[in-house]
């Protein structure tokens, strides 16, 4: 019972985290969740926007085309 509380939890901060992809169309949702569901480290061909260090095609859809470093400092 517990376990499954929290599965489902986790489930709903990934929608709350990316509830900006409510806005986007289905095609293009269907696009970022490939990526998504990439590693972090996975498809490095992008380029961050600030520190121009090579970030995957995870970072480009899901953190705002940053680094994982810059990313953070965005963030906090
Ligand atoms: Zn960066």
């Given amino acids: 019972m517990e376990k499954e509380k929290s599965e489902e939890l986790e489930e709903d901060s990934i929608w ?13 949702i269907k696009e970022k969740m ?3 569901h990439k590693k972090h480290d996975e498809d490095m061909r992008f380029s961050c ?3 121009n260090k090579k970030i995957s095609a995870h970072n480009k859809d ?10 953070n400092k965005e963030c906090f």
């Fill in 16 to 28: 709350e985290e990316g509830s900006f992809i409510r806005s986007l169309g289905a095609d293009e």
């Fill in 62 to 71: 899901w953190h705002a085309r940053l680094c994982d470093e810059c990313f």
């Fill in 34 to 36: 490939k990526t998504f």
């Fill in 49 to 51: 926007r600030k520190c």
